[in-house]
């Protein structure tokens, strides 16, 4: 017996419901089948329920035949439908839209109604999105539907071969009422949106019905951009975001990218730049400017972390930028970045870049100027970095907290400054529009004392900028200040046309007249002089900072006298000043420098020179000091010089150094000190300590005190000495910060330069306290460990470190002011920065020791 | 790191000075400062380098600190591979019910 009847024998044989199985397969679409199954079981035994099921199958397999071009048979399927008749209610609209999309027309209730109009609105919109999405499936009842729709597709190419303009032309033409007009708002959304133009974009795909194609169309585009999320659109998105990135996948570029941006991350310079070997290789034709800016990336990067190593391979791997083709701007910066420099080297590297840039096709002809112009004016800041490397740094420490090699000497300096004169003016003779290198010009010519030159720069700077208000002052006041008010005649009337409010201007009108006053009296203009004496005595007082008391007047009004050879008038005048004063010492002082100001005859010169000389031997009086002070110490301001200012400095100093026991007012002991502490004589260090440690007694609230006696410590070293003796302590910062806290409610504030110095001064002192405390707890931990390995060794040299109290140091400096005989130990120190002593302890053996250890 | 001003403002240094301005007015006309002040301390900052040609010069030849990152080229290039336009036929496809 066959396998077959042994199994049909086993096992019973069930009738099969058709139903169930006609059911199922409706459900997985398998509607041929499900047919069969519908017919065998409604031709056994109908029912309603076996006739609904294959109405569905009916319908379903036409459905399926139509989809798969077979009109006829589905026309078949169809026909068998309407003689079967339809009793299932939703079966109606998808009869009607299949009817249509074999090609009948709907059935028309009225002769008037077209056959647009006779269908629903879902048909029409169904059909519409079918002839545009499937061309081989429309109906044949519809040819203008038909039509739009291959306008449709036509625009949709249009708009992916980036022919905007040309869609919407064509698009145009769909009426208003055509279920195809739809399709317009996406078409212009569309175009928005590979735009990037997120605004229109929104106005037109906001406005589509989310049961159209258009509106799936859309949303998966956003999806697929990441502006929606898949949950938001309310439809399944997974297989139309897969067909996107098949269709899009092929950008090579993007996946290279990522690549080196993950190497880039990790660190992973070779194959990073592999991957941009690989880039360039495959692509330098259509992603170049890609190119262009991932290597400028990356020489920026390795030019900033002064990774050489990894420009170096940069190099190899692709060719320079189009701004920098050798390689040559990125060497320089590298230069740059790095503290050991050699300048010639740097000067040659910019020269081959300026000849790189003469050639460059990148930079316009202007622009080319300009670019060479900045790159000399780059190469002048290198040499003038070097020019000023003691101003920057007073305080720099020696190897190895400071820098290897020593600051260059007054004839490198004279060469450097050369130098760089040399590149500033060349970068003005490419761009004369860098304002900065027309002043750094200026400021470098009045260092090296070639005023004249200056002048000439800064009258070439107004040619450019002839409303450069700072140009304009200084040319003003360097007139006036050289006797040729005349000359500066025109730079104070644009200064102060420019700004009439400036407190700059009123200063320059005072000087402006002072100055013509001198030149008046010394071109023999007497009566001019005196309307000009009479001028400024109208303006007295009304200038802050700019006034004259009542005496001085006097002494003016003598030297004008006695130049007029009106020597009476001139004795009446001084007669008058005298009353003014407790005694006339400062007048002789004043008529003295005068006599030389005004080229008065020698007579009187020594006669003034006698008096002042046998008055400046009397006892101190504040009075007498702080006008003397005041006087001299507007010259010293200024850089104004007359024959005979040295010896009134020096006998002015020894006569406050006799000022032990005078009675200061507080005005006479700030002008006292601000005029020692700006002398040139060397031994106006001396006679200001005391006299500042006096103030500080006196006044406590004054905040120059405390600010000269914080920066005298800290400027008064000689530049190793506070890494030897392990100096600045928290004193000299908690003066500086005291003088700062006081000054803001002082009855006599500091000014603005002693504000700028004083904020100098205190970064100065914090900066070098934090590394001296660092260096000498690195020495401490050293010391340990070398008694550790060597017990015997120099236990006892470092043994003394532990006794080393920097505050006892610090106190017994203090007492270094009120000692005369330490004050001759002083070190020859000049300026304004004055000094501090150094005391015996300051070189004391524990410091030996730690220079001894380190060197 | 600044971004470069040209990206910013969506020009290119063949740019004139009437077009940067253009652009600019039109980006801050888009990005308020009310409502994107990041956007528009940006744009300001990119407009101000721009429009002054030695400034911006200078700026291109010398700062380390002005271009991309890889983090930014990666974005554009992303941006511009979605905005890259999809074949039809595929476009078309996604319309299916």
Redesign the interface.
């Known amino acids: 017996m066959g396998k077959k009847n042994k199994r049909g024998r086993g096992r019973p044989r069930v009738p099969l419901d058709h139903l169930k199985i006609a059911q199922r397969e409706l459900e997985k679409r398998n509607a041929k089948l499900a047919l069969e199954h519908a017919r065998l079981q409604h031709q056994a035994s109908a029912s309603p329920e076996s006739r609904e099921v294959l109405e569905r199958a009916l319908l379903a397999r036409a459905e399926q035949l139509f989809e798969r071009g077979n009109r006829e048979l589905a026309t078949e399927l169809l026909n068998e439908l309407r003689t079967l008749g339809v009793t299932v209610g939703d079966l109606e609209s998808q009869l009607e839209m299949l009817s249509v999309r074999l090609g009948e027309h709907p059935r028309v209730a009225g002769s008037e109604v077209s056959a647009e109009d006779a269908l629903s609105g879902p048909v029409a919109q169904s059909l519409a999105?079918e002839a545009?999405?499937h061309p081989h499936r429309r109906s044949p009842a519809y040819p203008q539907w038909n039509e739009q729709a291959d306008w449709v597709?036509a625009a949709?190419?249009e708009?992916?071969?980036?022919q905007s303009e040309a869609a919407w032309e064509r698009l145009s033409a769909i009426p208003r009422k055509s279920p195809l007009a739809e399709w317009r708002l996406f078409v212009r959304g569309?175009a928005a949106?590979?735009?990037?133009d997120v605004s229109r974009r929104a106005a037109n795909w906001d406005r589509l019905s989310p049961e159209r194609?258009?509106y799936?169309?859309a949303n998966?585009?956003l999806v697929?951009?990441?502006q929606r999320r898949a949950e938001e659109v309310g439809?399944p998105t997974s297989n139309?975001q897969r067909?996107?990135k098949a269709?899009?996948s092929g950008?090579a570029?993007?996946a290279l990218?990522?690549t080196?941006?993950d190497d880039?991350?990790a660190r992973r310079i070779e194959p990073m730049l592999r991957t941009l070997c690989t880039l360039r290789q495959r692509h330098a034709r259509s992603h170049a400017q890609?190119i262009e800016?991932?290597t400028?990336?990356l020489w920026?990067h390795f030019?900033?972390e002064s990774d050489s190593g990894g420009l170096f391979r940069l190099k190899r791997a692709v060719p320079g930028p189009a701004?920098d083709p050798r390689w040559l701007?990125a060497n320089g910066?590298l230069m740059d970045q790095q503290s050991e420099c050699n300048l010639n080297r740097i000067e040659e590297v910019w020269f081959g870049y300026i000849q790189d840039l003469e050639t460059c096709s990148?930079l316009g002809d202007e622009?080319r100027e300009?670019?060479i112009g900045?790159?000399y004016h780059?190469l002048a800041n290198e040499f003038l970095e070097e020019v000023h490397r003691d101003q920057r740094d007073p305080f720099e420490l020696p190897f190895p907290l400071g820098r290897r090699h020593a600051g260059p000497d007054e004839e490198e300096i004279a060469l450097l400054a050369k130098r760089a004169e040399f590149h500033l003016r060349k970068a003005l003779s490419k761009?004369p529009?860098?304002l900065a290198v027309h002043r750094q010009l200026i400021d470098l010519l009045r260092e090296r004392e070639r005023s004249t030159e200056a002048v000439q720069a800064g009258i070439e700077l107004l040619q450019h900028f002839p409303d450069d208000f700072d140009t304009l002052v200084w040319l003003s006041n360097y007139f006036i200040e050289a006797e040729q008010p005349v000359q500066a005649e025109p730079y104070v009337e644009r200064a102060s046309h420019l700004r009439p409010r400036d407190q700059a201007i009123a200063g320059l009108i005072w000087n402006r007249n002072l100055g013509l006053f001198r030149h008046r009296v010394r071109k023999r203009k007497f009566e001019e002089a005196r309307r000009q004496l009479q001028e400024l005595a109208s303006l007295n007082g009304s200038v802050s900072g700019h006034q004259l008391l009542p005496y001085a007047f006097c002494v003016l009004g003598a030297s004008l006298e006695y130049k007029a050879k009106n020597d009476q008038a001139a004795e009446a005048q001084l007669q008058k000043a005298q009353e003014e004063l407790e005694e006339p010492t400062p007048i002789w002082l004043i008529m003295h420098a005068y006599a030389e100001r005004f080229s008065l005859p020698r007579p009187l010169k020594n006669q003034f020179r006698d008096r002042f000389k046998a008055a400046i031997q009397g006892a101190c009086r504040s009075q007498t000091a702080g006008h003397m002070a005041r006087f001299l110490r507007g010259y010293l301001a200024r850089g104004v010089k007359y024959v005979g200012l040295v010896t009134h400095q020096r006998l002015l100093i020894d006569y406050l150094k006799r000022a032990r026991r005078v009675k200061w007012s507080p005005e006479d002991l700030h002008d006292v000190c601000r005029f020692l502490a700006e002398s040139t004589e060397r031994r106006a260090v001396a006679v200001l300590g005391p006299l500042v440690e006096a103030g500080i007694r006196r006044f406590p609230d004054a905040p120059l005190f405390w600010f000269l006696r914080g920066q005298s410590v800290l400027g008064g070293f000689p530049r190793a000495l506070p890494f030897l003796s392990g100096t600045t302590s928290d004193q000299e910062i908690k003066r500086l910060e005291k003088a700062q806290e006081l000054n803001k409610r002082a009855e006599f504030p500091l000014t603005a330069s002693e504000c700028e110095r004083l904020e100098t001064a205190l970064k100065t002192a914090r900066a070098t306290h934090d590394m001296m405390s660092a260096f000498f707890e690195h020495m401490s931990f050293m010391a340990d460990r070398i008694c550790e390995d060597d017990p015997g060794g120099e236990e006892d040299d470092w043994g003394e470190d532990d006794d080393w109290d920097e505050d006892d140091d610090w106190d017994d400096e203090d007492d270094d002011w009120d000692d005369d005989d330490r004050e001759e130990e002083l070190p020859d120190v000049k300026g304004a920065s004055a000094a501090r002593p150094r005391g015996k302890r300051r070189t004391s053996r524990a410091s030996h020791n730690r220079q001894g250890r380190l060197f | 790191m600044i971004r470069d001003p040209y990206q910013v403002l969506g020009v290119t240094p063949q740019s004139d000075l009437q077009e940067i301005r253009a652009r600019y007015l039109k980006l801050v006309h888009e990005f308020s400062p009310e409502q994107h002040p990041q956007q528009f301390s940006e744009i300001r900052e990119a407009y101000e380098i721009l429009r002054d040609p030695l400034v911006s010069l200078e700026k291109r030849l010398f700062d380390l600190h002005l271009g991309d990152t890889f983090e930014t080229l990666v974005e554009q290039e992303r941006k511009h591979c979605n905005q890259r336009p999809v074949p039809t036929d595929v476009l078309l496809s996604l319309g299916e019910a």
Do not use: P, S, W
């Open positions: 999105d545009v999405l597709r949709l190419q708009v992916e071969a980036g569309l949106h590979y735009a990037g194609a258009a799936r169309i998966h585009l697929f951009a990441g439809f139309g067909r996107l269709a899009l950008n570029v993007l990218l990522e080196m941006r880039f991350r890609l800016r991932v400028d990336l920026k030019v900033r701004l701007r910066l990148v622009e300009m670019a900045l790159v780059r761009c529009r860098l």
